[in-house]
């Protein structure tokens, strides 16, 4: 089984980013299911979210930065998100198998930052761009994106090198912190959830 990546060429940039959010959450299920392919399922996903995010960054923040829809800011933290979903996702590609903890832990924690990112982006993102950008330079963008997006799931952009080499240059452009750093931060968040959970027990 495949599944078949819809690829709009043109629209307004609001709507064609809310569909791929759905189609996200689709993609995101299916990885879930246990009656379902789920090889095929993560790898469309896996190339879904390269495409999106790589098309937003170049054809999109900018933009919207220029027409002051967003602030610089928020492009980067809009960047900064990507990087962490990038780290989710390699980890997530690079589980083998697909009926293992491993494959559904790492699902969860891509999930996760996926969601948590679709919703601020639609929130601090979208809806500026809604009420702030016209209908003419949306539907623009919404060819640029489109392009860059088609292009990038035709050539086929998400193998675990291509997400490794995506994760380096995150690293590189400071979009995400080394990962001696990173590895502290989980360390001091699994403390301190520990502790959290050690308090409720008392409670
Ligand atoms: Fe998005
Ligand atoms: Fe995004």
Redesign the pocket.
């Given at each position: 089984m495949t599944y078949d990546i819809p690829r709009p060429t043109g629209g307004d940039i609001v709507e064609l980013?809310l569909d791929?959010?759905r189609l996200f959450e689709d993609l995101l299920r299916e990885c879930r299911r246990d009656d379902r392919d789920r090889a095929a399922a993560r790898e469309a996903l896996a190339e879904l979210l390269v495409a999106?995010?790589e098309a937003?960054e170049a054809e999109v923040y900018p933009k919207l930065h220029s027409k002051r829809a967003i602030t610089a800011h928020e492009e980067e933290h809009g960047e900064e998100e990507h990087a962490e979903i990038t780290e989710a996702l390699l980890a997530f590609v690079e589980a083998t198998g697909t009926d293992t903890q491993k494959y559904e832990d790492a699902l969860e924690k891509l999930a996760k930052v996926v969601n948590h990112?679709?919703c601020e982006?639609e929130l601090t993102i979208l809806n500026p761009a809604r009420d702030e950008v016209s209908d003419s330079v949306r539907h623009d963008v919404g060819v640029a994106w489109a392009t860059m997006r088609n292009t990038l799931l035709e050539n086929g952009c998400a193998s675990r090198d291509q997400v490794a080499a995506l994760l380096r240059k995150a690293e590189k452009e400071g979009a995400i912190p080394p990962p001696a750093v990173r590895e502290r931060q989980e360390a001091i968040e699994e403390d301190a959830k520990k502790r959290a959970d050690a308090l409720a027990e008392d409670a």
């Open positions: 980013i791929d959010h999106h995010a937003e990112h679709s982006e």
